[in-house]
């Protein structure tokens, strides 16, 4: 609240704004402004008349306020409460995970889940910041998924942003902030992000191939796409590999850290344990073209660019794959191809499993599936055509009577 005064011509000029702010929403408030002047120089006289003003504006402007805080808080309003509070959920978790608690154990979303909903939710949702949170219906969220599907997302990125929109929407009841609603407007739409579309894969030719192929035109990446098939490891395993993690005389890579590219930090693998992958003939003649023996321990292994380090690693493959007219695939598709291949090739799972740092044998199965090897020699007994004419039935006649 203000109070301009000064003395004119005789008469005391006056100017008051006053400004009401919702106690809901932040956003939310009402300005007032009143000018005049008063006949009355008298000080005292002049202070109670500028009071009584002051005091019309700010029931005036409080009034205001609360016929909008009627509608509820702002939906960009909300999110960004929300936003605050699992930010701080997601950085409590990350150092608990950090201070040796294990992943599975520790409740909490985790940073890099948390920055994907406030993705989905700022990307998808953008329309919906200035309306009122609580009137956001059904109807609208069933928009959403049907303009998403008309532009083209997958089910898994509907799935998400319905889980982003809906923990927000949880986050708002369970603070108070919505008023009349006990349950998020998302409920009752059933998005799977299963889906039915076999995914992206490339056989052994087509590996060898692309290898082969970056190999000859002197590919900045060929060295790290020849690694990631050989090796079965995670982007950010590969991009923090140092001299002393390999053993040429015992031919054994050890996997121990990861560099995240989101944190832009050195961590501990996925699974908090590390792992041992046996260096083939290729990865050793690789190593040795890379000149890992003269290394020193702490020195990078694999060459890093700007794209690498800014996770733009599958843009590059897609655009290499599409130069040669093959299948496009994305960097992580190389470690799908190297387990794969290799249970197609008689590797037992658990093998692959443990080389691979899969946490459980569930995770295995979409290779597994990927593979086929459940399903080989499954139609045989049905082969009909190596086998021989059938016997022609003989058909006995009845003896014909003289």
């Given at each position: 609240?203000?109070?301009?005064?000064?003395?004119?011509?005789?008469?005391?000029?006056?100017?008051?704004d006053?400004?009401?702010?919702?106690r809901?929403?932040?956003s939310l408030?009402k300005?007032?402004?009143?000018s005049?002047c008063?006949?009355?120089?008298?000080p005292?006289t002049v202070?109670?008349?500028?009071n009584?003003?002051e005091?019309?504006?700010?029931e005036?402007a409080?009034?205001?306020?609360m016929?909008?805080?009627g509608?509820?808080?702002l939906?960009?309003?909300?999110v960004?409460?929300?936003?605050?509070?699992?930010?701080?959920?997601a950085?409590?978790t990350?150092q608990?995970?950090?201070?040796g608690q294990?992943?599975?154990v520790?409740?909490g979303v985790?940073l890099?889940?948390?920055r994907?909903?406030?993705q989905?939710?700022?990307?998808f949702?953008?329309?919906?910041?200035?309306?009122?949170?609580q009137?956001?219906?059904p109807?609208?969220v069933?928009?959403?998924?049907?303009?998403?599907t008309?532009?083209?997302?997958?089910?898994?990125?509907?799935?998400?942003?319905k889980?982003?929109?809906?923990?927000?929407?949880?986050?708002?009841?369970?603070?108070?902030l919505l008023?009349?609603?006990s349950h998020?407007?998302?409920?009752?739409?059933?998005?799977?992000?299963?889906?039915?579309?076999?995914?992206?894969?490339l056989n052994?030719e087509q590996v060898?191939?692309?290898?082969?192929?970056a190999?000859?035109?002197?590919?900045f990446w060929?060295?790290?796409?020849?690694f990631?098939?050989?090796?079965?490891?995670?982007?950010?395993e590969?991009?923090e590999?140092?001299?002393?993690d390999?053993d040429?005389?015992e031919?054994?890579?050890?996997?121990?850290r990861?560099?995240?590219?989101?944190?832009k930090?050195?961590?501990?693998?996925?699974?908090?344990?590390?792992?041992?992958?046996?260096?083939?003939?290729?990865?050793f003649a690789?190593f040795m073209?890379?000149?890992?023996?003269?290394?020193?321990?702490?020195d990078?292994?694999?060459?890093?660019?700007?794209d690498?380090k800014?996770n733009?690693?599958?843009?590059v493959?897609?655009a290499?794959?599409?130069?040669?007219?093959?299948t496009?695939i994305?960097?992580h598709?190389?470690?799908a191809?190297?387990?794969?291949?290799?249970?197609r090739?008689?590797v037992?799972?658990?093998?692959?499993?443990?080389m691979?740092?899969w946490?459980?044998l569930e995770t295995?199965e979409?290779?597994?599936r990927?593979?086929?090897i459940?399903?080989v020699?499954?139609?045989?007994?049905?082969?009909?055509r190596?086998?021989g004419r059938p016997?022609?039935?003989l058909?006995?006649?009845?003896p014909?009577?003289?």
């Amino acid at each position: 609240m203000a109070i301009k005064q000064w003395v004119q011509d005789g008469k005391t000029h006056y100017q008051i704004d006053v400004c009401a702010y919702s106690r809901l929403d932040n956003s939310l408030r009402k300005q007032k402004r009143e000018s005049g002047c008063l006949e009355d120089v008298d000080p005292e006289t002049v202070r109670k008349k500028l009071n009584r003003i002051e005091l019309r504006l700010a029931e005036d402007a409080r009034r205001e306020v609360m016929e909008r805080e009627g509608a509820g808080i702002l939906w960009s309003e909300l999110v960004k409460r929300w936003i605050e509070a699992l930010t701080k959920e997601a950085e409590q978790t990350t150092q608990a995970i950090r201070d040796g608690q294990k992943p599975g154990v520790v409740k909490g979303v985790k940073l890099n889940t948390a920055r994907g909903y406030i993705q989905s939710v700022n990307d998808f949702t953008e329309h919906w910041m200035k309306r009122p949170a609580q009137e956001i219906s059904p109807a609208d969220v069933e928009d959403l998924f049907r303009d998403m599907t008309r532009m083209g997302y997958s089910a898994c990125r509907q799935y998400n942003a319905k889980v982003a929109i809906s923990r927000c929407f949880r986050f708002g009841i369970l603070k108070r902030l919505l008023k009349g609603i006990s349950h998020s407007p998302t409920f009752g739409f059933g998005i799977s992000r299963k889906q039915s579309k076999r995914p992206e894969i490339l056989n052994h030719e087509q590996v060898a191939f692309l290898l082969s192929e970056a190999r000859e035109r002197k590919h900045f990446w060929s060295p790290i796409w020849e690694f990631f098939y050989h090796s079965g490891a995670r982007s950010g395993e590969g991009y923090e590999l140092r001299a002393k993690d390999i053993d040429l005389t015992e031919r054994s890579l050890i996997l121990e850290r990861k560099y995240n590219f989101a944190t832009k930090m050195v961590e501990p693998l996925k699974d908090k344990e590390w792992r041992e992958v046996p260096i083939n003939d290729d990865m050793f003649a690789l190593f040795m073209e890379l000149g890992v023996s003269s290394m020193k321990p702490d020195d990078y292994v694999l060459p890093r660019d700007t794209d690498w380090k800014h996770n733009q690693g599958a843009r590059v493959l897609r655009a290499f794959c599409e130069e040669i007219g093959i299948t496009s695939i994305c960097f992580h598709t190389l470690r799908a191809c190297w387990a794969t291949h290799l249970l197609r090739n008689g590797v037992d799972r658990v093998t692959v499993q443990k080389m691979g740092g899969w946490s459980d044998l569930e995770t295995m199965e979409r290779y597994i599936r990927l593979a086929g090897i459940e399903l080989v020699g499954a139609t045989d007994s049905l082969s009909i055509r190596k086998r021989g004419r059938p016997a022609r039935g003989l058909k006995l006649l009845e003896p014909v009577q003289a």
